[in-house]
């Protein structure tokens, strides 16, 4: 099994909607979450940690569930800015992170 | 806000050469890292490095490769002769400490080709 999953799209949305991905991994002892960002041949960037009280930043909503080893994302209101490769990435507790291979997000117009 | 910078952002060498990635991370960090990113898969970690010293290694990180910080700014990575699975984007990356909510920032890569 992989150590982190996800789907890797690509959803197809068009703007105004509202689109969620969805990861699980396989360590049970992974002690920090995260959700970056990746566009074309760039770096990730950091767009949210997620915690297991859920956590809300704009348009972004991350949700934690540790008995399920889940972790997703929801965006509200898709802009085309939102476009982008959406990475789970999962702190071990080895200290490095883990990355999932991300899902592709286009937003249309 | 402060940056983590790599040079250079495209290097392109001959199957067996030896290149040097370079970085200079965020200056009043302390830990350092190196990632790859093979075309259409996923980011993978490599090395951390602290207090002068490898603090971890994936698999991946074999004899081939050392990394080094020549002075207070420089991070470099070094592949010793390279080969054509090399071939990848190098992420540098920096944090202040290494607690588990610790934000990582990333330089913006150096696109490697091995021909």
């Known amino acids: 099994r992989k150590e982190v999953e996800q789907d890797p799209g690509p959803f197809n949305v068009p703007e105004g909607a509202t689109v969620a991905f969805n990861c699980t991994y396989s360590?049970?002892?992974?002690?920090?979450f995260f959700w970056y960002r990746q566009d074309c041949r760039k770096e990730p960037k950091l767009l949210m940690s997620?915690?297991?009280s859920g956590n809300e930043d704009g348009r972004f909503t991350a949700q934690l569930n540790r008995a399920s080893q889940y972790i997703s994302l929801l965006i509200r209101d898709s802009k085309l800015s939102d476009s982008a490769t959406y990475l789970c990435?999962?702190?071990?507790?080895?200290?490095?992170?883990?990355f999932g291979s991300g899902t592709r997000l286009q937003v249309q117009p | 806000e402060p940056e983590v910078t790599q040079t250079p952002s495209h290097q392109v060498t001959q199957m067996g050469q030896e290149v040097i990635l370079r970085c200079v991370p965020i200056?009043?960090?302390?830990?350092f890292y190196w990632y790859r990113q093979i075309l259409g898969q996923k980011v993978e970690f490599l090395v951390s490095f602290y207090n002068n010293e490898i603090s971890e290694k994936s698999e991946i990180f074999d004899d081939q490769f050392s990394v080094e910080r020549p002075d207070g700014s420089n991070f470099t990575l070094k592949i010793r002769s390279t080969k054509l699975e090399d071939s990848a984007m190098y992420f540098c990356?920096?944090?202040?400490?290494?607690?588990?909510?610790?934000?990582?920032?990333f330089g913006s890569g150096t696109q490697l080709s091995v021909l």
């Open positions: 997620v915690y297991s």
């Open positions: 360590n049970s002892a992974s002690q920090s």
């Open positions: 200056s009043n960090h302390l830990y």
């Open positions: 990356a920096s944090s202040l400490s290494t607690g588990y909510n610790e934000k990582l920032f």
């Open positions: 990435v999962v702190n071990t507790g080895r200290r490095a992170l883990t």
